[in-house]
């Protein structure tokens, strides 16, 4: 059993439901419910608003709360569509979301989520959201079964390897980037090999992918090889994780940087053997893994890991790692369509100017 906080099966589904570009997500429960996590969708250009369910609510039901609500943000906003997801306290008190939303009857694609925060793994609330969208057809069965698919297969890597192989792990700031800036650098200097592999899960590509910038800085300057391998695909996932590969894609581009694209931004979990055979193949001196360092077959202790996860830095440092953490990254790319500076780029390119 994890007794560290894991990630909720509510804000699973309203993240999925973002990735589906639904426009308006109605959480039906207490207007705290899912605060931090609305905040930082709402960045992203979707509208997220509560019934505000209250004890007089839990006692005696809270169907017009969501009538009332539906019919309000019609008015408001005019979706084209909009999905209600259920939380612990509607669930419990027995709401009817699916009956309040026909008698709403609003002029726009209305659908609800079941969902509620003890489902055990955070992905169920996901594939209750991919389900749900399937039903009204905002995305299609094919790509819904692959999604389905792509998200068993992430939660059985973080319960084999992950955060949720372990009972408890606390948050961990890392040690500072210096260290690693300064293995990376000397390794160019010496005429080595760097591999840098970035498996990043959706839009925190946008931050990850500035190691590439950094290192082929570092690379034009000091000399050595490198080798850049990424699940950028343009050409799989969901629509809105195609416009962030697309996005980036064109960034790397526009500065002459030559990824090796192995998958799409959704399939972080499954495509770390293809990119090993790569990297293997170039035979580097040293690897730099990026974003879910665990979804790669083989770490070794040579290796630079880099995660955006306090815990699961901690996770990495217990067992012995080279890793460091770039805190905070979510909050940064959630409204961005460009590449965002890590603080391991920036120490190198600070390191780089020390030496010219």
Do not use: W
């Amino acid at each position: 059993m994890n007794i560290h906080p894991r990630p909720n099966p509510i804000i699973a589904a309203l993240y999925t439901l973002r990735d589906l570009d639904v426009d308006v997500v109605v959480i039906h429960g207490p207007s705290g419910c899912g605060f931090m996590a609305s905040r930082m969708i709402e960045n992203a250009g979707i509208r997220v608003v509560t019934t505000a369910i209250t004890d007089n609510e839990l006692i005696f039901g809270a169907s017009e709360n969501l009538i009332t609500v539906l019919k309000d943000i019609e008015k408001r906003f005019a979706p084209k569509s909009v999905a209600v997801i259920g939380t612990c306290a509607s669930m419990i008190i027995g709401e009817d979301m699916k009956a309040s939303i026909r008698r709403a009857n609003i002029g726009c694609n209305v659908f609800s989520v079941d969902c509620h925060g003890c489902m055990g793994d955070n992905t169920k609330g996901a594939i209750r959201a991919i389900e749900a969208a399937s039903a009204v057809g905002i995305v299609d069965k094919n790509e819904a079964e692959r999604q389905k698919y792509l998200l068993a297969a992430a939660t059985d890597m973080e319960k084999r390897v992950g955060m949720a192989s372990v009972e408890y792990l606390p948050p961990s700031g890392g040690p500072t980037k210096l260290k690693v800036a300064k293995r990376i650098v000397d390794c160019l200097k010496n005429d080595g090999r760097i591999a840098v592999i970035i498996l990043s899960k959706k839009e925190l590509a946008y931050r990850f992918s500035d190691l590439f910038l950094a290192v082929k800085e570092a690379k034009e300057i000091l000399g050595g090889k490198v080798l850049f391998v990424s699940n950028l695909d343009t050409d799989k996932g969901l629509p809105r994780f195609r416009r962030y590969a697309e996005e980036i894609g064109k960034e790397l581009k526009n500065n002459d940087i030559e990824i090796n694209i192995v998958g799409g931004l959704d399939e972080y979990a499954v495509v770390g053997e293809d990119m090993e055979k790569i990297v293997n193949d170039f035979d580097p001196d040293l690897k730099v893994i990026v974003g879910i360092p665990h979804a790669y077959p083989t770490l070794d202790a040579n290796d630079i890991l880099i995660t955006d996860q306090p815990r699961q830095l901690s996770n990495y440092l217990s067992k012995g790692y080279d890793a460091v953490g770039e805190i905070s990254s979510h909050s940064m790319v959630m409204n961005t369509n460009k590449i965002i500076a890590m603080e391991t780029g920036d120490t190198i390119r600070e390191l780089l100017r020390e030496l010219q």
